[in-house]
């Protein structure tokens, strides 16, 4: 049985924190078109988020050493769910940065402190089921929250108090469970220079994770928006929340094949075909930008089903390569180049987007991305030989905020 009654409060909190995640994955950029704001203040907020998620990550382990698990993430939560309200106050650039840059930082915590909780309570025989379960968890609840605002009647305003409520709630299964909570575990950090030497090709599938994703899906939902034709405008909301949820479902769809298949040929290989996937995909939306929302929901299946499933064989990759005392700093330096991606991939589509091109721009830097990510991996192959079968870690379905769990007890790995 794999639901052990100490991580599923966990998997309850993360499920509920997610969903106001993903209500304002769509609520917010909808806010910013609508102000009329730049490509640039629209791409600047989305890396005002990476950038704290980055810094959180650095101060998470210290953090939870000094006050525990629960205070931790109830402290965290608080300040999400703080951040998100205050967001309603006024819609000034430079207020709407610091609070995002605020709610990154304590989603890092979050993260850390439920990852962190799930690896130490669970024995290592279950654990590959626990954590598909925690991610299943997560990711159904960012596809719930989309359609929470989809009737578009509340506006901004609602939206914000919606997701507010939802990330109070989040705090109230943590704080309530009688359940030890787990001793810290050592955490070393790790350094991107550290990971480029040992696993370069993880390295360079994780930052275009970070630099594709992050930049691309800050502005699908604007794009969503105008999908609907002649009643575009009555149904922007709606029809953004259709999209996004069917991009992360998508994803969640094509994860474990993607995975499953990487355990059996050349990780670099899949990594380079989903790169081919997505980049054939962002062409087709490059020359037809606005097809209509039925084609439209179909052509961003696509391109979610092949641009957010590489990550987690990004990460079994980087662990076929690495020693198992070198994969706590392995998890880490990862999810360091993912976060230096995620702060440059929406400053460079924002840019994209305010020049002629609009969102044919967006998916043109999809497009490029993409084919340098296949050539990268097809050229990494030819220089080095792929691990053997019998050294490889199995694939875990892992998601690009996963670091702690990426890890492996050495003990454990060799038993």
């Known amino acids: 049985m794999i ?31 609508g102000a009329e704001w730049s490509g640039l203040a629209i791409g600047a907020i989305a890396s005002a988020y ?31 769910a703080a951040a ?22 304590s989603a890092a915590v979050l993260f850390a402190v439920a990852e962190s909780w799930i690896a130490d309570a669970t024995p290592a025989k279950s654990r590959g089921g626990v954590i598909s379960a925690y991610q299943i968890a997560g990711r159904a609840g960012i596809v719930i929250g989309p359609f929470l605002i989809a009737g578009g009647a509340e506006g901004i305003g609602g939206a914000l108090l919606i997701a507010g409520a939802f990330l109070a709630l989040a705090i109230s299964p943590i ?16 350094s991107p220079l550290e990971v480029l030497k040992i696993a370069p090709s993880a390295a360079i599938a994780v930052f275009a994770a970070g630099l594709v994703n992050t930049g691309v899906l800050a502005f699908i939902p604007i794009w969503a928006g105008g999908l609907g034709g002649e009643n575009a405008n009555e149904n922007v909301t709606a029809a953004a929340a259709l999209v996004m949820g069917v991009i992360y479902a998508a994803s969640m769809a094509s994860q474990w094949p993607a995975g499953k298949i990487s355990d059996h040929y050349d990780r670099r290989l899949v990594i380079g075909a989903l790169g081919a996937g997505w980049t054939l995909v962002s062409l087709v939306l490059v020359a037809f ?19 957010l499933a590489h990550y987690g064989v990004a990460i079994a990759h980087a662990a076929d390569r690495a020693e ?49 990510l296949a050539g990268a991996m097809v050229l990494r192959k030819r220089n080095k030989a792929a691990a053997p079968e019998a050294e490889r870690e199995d694939f875990v379905n892992l998601h690009a905020t996963s670091a702690a769990l990426a890890e492996i007890d050495p003990d454990e790995a060799e038993a």
């Open 175 to 190: 704080a309530a469970t009688s359940k030890a909570q787990p001793a810290l575990p050592d955490h070393p950090q790790g």
């Open 289 to 307: 930008v606005n097809p209509g929302l039925i084609l439209g929901v179909v052509l961003i299946g696509l391109w979610g089903a092949t641009s």
């Open 3 to 33: 639901f052990y009654r100490n991580v599923s409060v966990v998997m309850l909190a993360i499920a509920v924190w997610q969903i106001a995640n993903g209500l304002l994955n769509v609520a917010l950029p909808l806010a910013m078109a």
């Open 324 to 372: 198992h005392g070198q994969l706590p700093a392995m998890a880490s330096g990862l999810l360091l180049v993912w976060a230096i991606g995620s702060v440059i991939g929406p400053l460079i589509a924002g840019a994209l987007y305010a020049s002629p091109m609009g969102m044919r721009g967006v998916f043109l830097f999809s497009a490029i991305s993409g084919a340098l």
């Open 84 to 105: 998100t309200l205050f967001l309603g106050v006024d819609t000034n650039a430079w207020l709407w940065f610091a609070l995002r840059l605020f709610f990154g930082a």
């Open 50 to 80: 990476a950038l704290g998620f980055m810094a959180g990550a650095f101060y998470a382990p210290s953090l939870i050493a000094r006050i525990g698990h629960i205070r931790a993430f109830a402290a965290a939560g608080g300040l999400a």
